[in-house]
Structure formats: C-alpha cells, structure tokens
C-alpha cells in the first residue's frame, strides 16, 4: 500500500482544494483509492472539497472541520491536510449515518449497512475510522451501536468534527458532501492488522460524586446539589481560583473522570449555566459516578507515547507505513505551544513515517485490549502496516 500526507496553509478555499490535489497526485502518482481530510474553520468546505475531489479523483473520501491540523511536517491552527492511500491489500469505503441528533442508533446502522465486510468473511481483519458531527450529541450511543451492527467484527477510531472549541458549527465529508448532524466512515478492509492505541494521562483528585441529574450535555447536579459546587469546593481545597463567568482555564486544568471501574472515561466541562449546571462537551450519563481530574504536561507526552506504542504492538510483526493521531482541541487549548512536545513524542516513536491527523470535539476509540468509546482529551493513535 501507498500513502501519501499533503497540507496547505492558503486561504482561498478552491485554490487550497487544487493545491492538496495536486500534492497527492505528485506523490502517488495516481488516483488514490481513498483520502481522509481534515480541515480548518476557515475553509469553505463544498468549495475545498469539490476542487480537490475534481483534481485527484479519490475513489473514496470522508473526513471532518477540525480545530488544529497536523502532519509530520507541520502543525497549525488554520490549514487543510489529507492523507491518501493506494493499491496494496487494503480495501476501502466510505459511509455515512444522518440524523444522529434524534436516532443516534438509525445512523449507526446506516454506516454499516454498508460495510462491504459484513458479507465478505475472506479478509482477515476489519477497522473503521469514525468522524462524527460533535454538536449532534449521542456519541456514547453512536460508538456502541456501531459495535453491534456490526456484530462486534470492528475496531473502531476517530473523533468529533471540530471548529477550534467555538462549539458553533462542527461538519463531516462525505465525498463531495458537507453533513452536519452526522457521522461518517472509512471502512478498511486489511490482510494485515491495524494498530490502535489509547491513553489519557489524567488521574482522581477529589472525592467521587455521584450525578443525580443531567440532561445531554448539560451536567445538572452532583450528590444532589448544583454541579458548579463541586468544583467550586474543589478549587477551595486544591488552592486553584474559578472565575463563574470565565472558568475554561479552570476546567481545562480541572475536568471530570466518568469512572468505568478501574479506568475513567474523561469528560471536559466548558461552562457555568445562571443555575449552577455546566455544560460539558459530551455527556454525563446519570448515576454515574465521577471524579475532578488532574494532569500535567509531562503526563499528556507520556500518554501520547504510551498510545503509540499500543498502537505499534498490535501490528504484531509488520513495520509501521503511516499514521492517524487524534487529541482533543482541549488538550491543545491547555498545553499551548507545548502540545508541540506531544505531536513530537508521537513522531518520535513512529520514526519517519507519514502521519497526519487532527485536534477534535472528542475521540473514538473501540479496540480490543484498549479503552473504549468516546473520550475527551485522550490520544488516539491508529498505525497502518506496511
């Protein structure tokens, strides 16, 4: 198999279409059998994708709007960048799942129904990247209905469309199409297996709190007071300040662990609601049991390590050919120009292979021997074998 990572950093959305083009026309010498995109706000996304589908042809094509782009040759807040793919022995199609919003388990089976390794048992293993529209919501439900309509014969990763954390408008391709409510996939039909890893790096730092009340995302209360309090008493105990009417600097530093039993599945706060809810990016499911969590710098380049290498010994005796690395906007947003080191620790491990990826709205992960589902600000890291 072939691959190949172009990016752009032009401002015109059709020239910047016809510059990615191009680039992988160069590079592969040939129409790709499939490309993933992701690109910045900025970008008129049908004319982006249309100049850049009439240029190289891809036979398939999905992607999402991101918040901060990256390839193993630079990194930005404001570029458009692919990765493509050709001939080998892997096989490749593009779906897509609508109305997420209201029947997450509808556009579920939407996707898979049309996995072409559902009826075709002669390829050894099934993978799916997943980007979803993060504002729809239900992405819990989505990752596991995906796991049951395809009959547990998956392993899943991706992440939520972004819009560098405005939480405004966040999109997926489909082809030539810009969909919002939903959620799209690149199946991939390998002989040799795929490799994904998954690590956070945060851990507990205060007392469990049940939740007692919440409606989507909006976290209402927790051991039956005001969900603000909890953090407000944390803030108290651990010498931090929150300001109520600006408290993402807080929360970047201080956000909820969902304890799932001997891990905890992270859930990044955003807001302060007039009464004392917040709303989080994803949901909080009632009567779960969650903790404020602590991180540091240092912890954030260890986890993304620590998921590369997951994701390299998976693919058993074969040698890395590229990469797909997702991490949340969040993550970006706390780390600054430090998130640098991150993207650095990730290179460094894979050595000189072609890597692109995204920050995202959430990340999707379903693997087996990893943590599953919908985190925030959890590295993902997918290898492709050579």
């Known amino acids: 198999m072939e691959t190949a990572v172009v990016y752009t950093s032009l401002n015109d959305s059709s020239e910047a279409g016809r510059e990615l083009g191009s680039k992988v026309n160069a590079a592969l010498k040939g129409?790709?059998?499939?490309?993933?995109?992701?690109?910045?706000?900025?970008?008129?996304?049908?004319?982006?994708l249309h100049a850049l589908h009439a240029e190289c042809q891809?036979?398939?094509?999905?992607?999402?709007?991101?918040?901060?782009?990256?390839?193993?040759?630079?990194?930005?807040?404001?570029?458009?960048?692919?990765?493509?793919?050709?001939g080998g022995d892997a096989y490749f199609t593009a779906t897509a799942g609508r109305g997420i919003s209201s029947d997450p388990l509808s556009a579920a089976r939407q996707?898979?129904?049309?996995?072409?390794?559902?009826?075709?048992?002669?390829?050894?293993?099934?993978?799916?990247?997943?980007?979803?529209?993060?504002?729809?919501?239900?992405?819990?439900?989505?990752?596991?209905?995906l796991t049951v309509a395809s009959a547990g014969?998956?392993?899943?990763?991706?992440?939520?469309?972004?819009?560098?954390?405005?939480?405004?408008?966040?999109?997926?391709?489909?082809?030539?199409?810009?969909?919002?409510?939903?959620?799209?996939?690149?199946?991939?039909?390998?002989?040799?297996?795929?490799?994904?890893?998954?690590?956070?790096?945060?851990?507990?730092?205060?007392?469990?709190?049940?939740?007692?009340?919440?409606?989507?995302?909006h976290l209402i209360s927790l051991n039956g007071l005001p969900a603000v309090e909890a953090f407000q008493q944390h803030a108290e105990a651990s010498g931090q300040?929150?300001?109520?009417?600006?408290?993402?600097?807080?929360?970047?530093?201080?956000?909820?662990?969902?304890?799932?039993?001997?891990?905890?599945?992270?859930?990044v706060p955003l807001a302060i609601n007039a009464?004392?809810?917040?709303?989080?990016?994803s949901e909080v499911p009632v009567g779960s049991i969650v903790r404020i969590m602590r991180t540091?710098?240092?912890?954030?380049?260890?986890?993304?390590?620590t998921a590369t290498d997951a994701a390299l010994k998976a693919l058993r005796t074969h040698r890395p050919k590229a990469a797909l690395f997702f991490d949340c906007v969040a993550t970006r947003l706390r780390l600054g120009d430090e998130?640098?080191?991150?993207?650095?620790?990730?290179?460094?491990?894979l050595g000189p292979v072609d890597l692109a990826g995204c920050n995202t709205h959430g990340q999707i992960a379903r693997a087996e021997g990893q943590f599953e589902g919908f985190h925030n600000c959890t590295a993902v890291v997918c290898v492709f074998p050579e």
């Open 111 to 145: 996707m898979v129904s049309g996995f072409r390794g559902r009826s075709d048992q002669s390829v050894g293993y099934r993978s799916a990247m997943i980007m979803t529209d993060a504002l729809a919501g239900h992405a819990d439900a989505l990752v596991e209905e």
């Open 296 to 305: 540091s710098n240092r912890s954030a380049v260890d986890a993304a390590q």
């Open 241 to 267: 300040a929150i300001d109520i009417a600006s408290p993402l600097p807080f929360f970047l530093h201080n956000i909820l662990g969902v304890d799932i039993g001997g891990s905890f599945r992270l859930r």
């Open 275 to 281: 009464d004392g809810s917040i709303l989080c990016a």
């Open 339 to 349: 998130f640098d080191f991150e993207l650095g620790a990730v290179r460094d491990k």
């Open 58 to 86: 891809p036979n398939a094509m999905v992607g999402a709007s991101s918040a901060g782009e990256f390839t193993h040759q630079a990194r930005g807040e404001g570029l458009a960048c692919a990765m493509a793919f050709k």
């Open 31 to 48: 129409r790709p059998d499939a490309l993933i995109v992701f690109a910045a706000p900025k970008y008129d996304y049908e004319a982006l």
């Open 153 to 217: 014969q998956y392993q899943f990763f991706g992440g939520g469309a972004g819009d560098n954390a405005q939480f405004q408008r966040t999109v997926v391709f489909h082809g030539t199409e810009v969909l919002t409510d939903a959620a799209v996939a690149l199946e991939i039909l390998s002989e040799k297996p795929i490799g994904i890893g998954v690590s956070h790096g945060w851990l507990p730092a205060s007392e469990p709190f049940r939740v007692t009340e919440a409606r989507g995302m």
